[in-house]
């Protein structure tokens, strides 16, 4: 199992940004389909944007509104989550996930992947 590591997070203030990264060890990143979720306090998990290997398709939760992006850099096995104009609903832990065989469309589910990180907390704060 590929071994994921988020980074990233913090407290920021509402309007903020931040910048989540997941480090992928292995040597299989690149043929990696990779996602991104989070889970508020008493709420489920959520998918929030994914990315095809190449990163030729990005995927996200419709509510993000644009201010989110995916991204990645297969030469350093990272997949990199930029977050604008935060609010305090975005509150969460954000987790990245890796999906090990390829898929052209949008995977929300958890099931969909195979390895997750253990997350990273962010706060944004009003």
């Known amino acids: 199992q590929v071994q994921l590591v988020e980074s990233g997070g913090g407290l920021v203030q509402a309007g903020g940004s931040l910048r989540l990264s997941c480090a992928a060890s292995?040597?299989?990143?690149?043929?990696?389909?990779m996602g991104w979720f989070r889970q508020a306090p008493g709420k489920e998990r959520e998918f929030v944007a994914a990315?095809?290997?190449?990163?030729?398709?990005?995927y996200y939760l419709d509510s993000l509104k644009g201010r989110f992006t995916i991204s990645r850099d297969n030469a350093k096995n990272t997949v990199y989550l930029q977050m604008n104009s935060l609010e305090p609903e975005d509150t969460a832990v954000y987790y990245c996930a890796l999906r090990g065989t390829t898929l052209s469309g949008v995977a929300v589910l958890e099931s969909r992947y195979d390895s997750w990180g253990q997350g990273t907390q962010v706060t944004v704060s009003s």
């Open positions: 292995g040597h299989t990143f690149s043929r990696s389909y």
């Open positions: 990315i095809t290997a190449s990163g030729g398709n990005t």
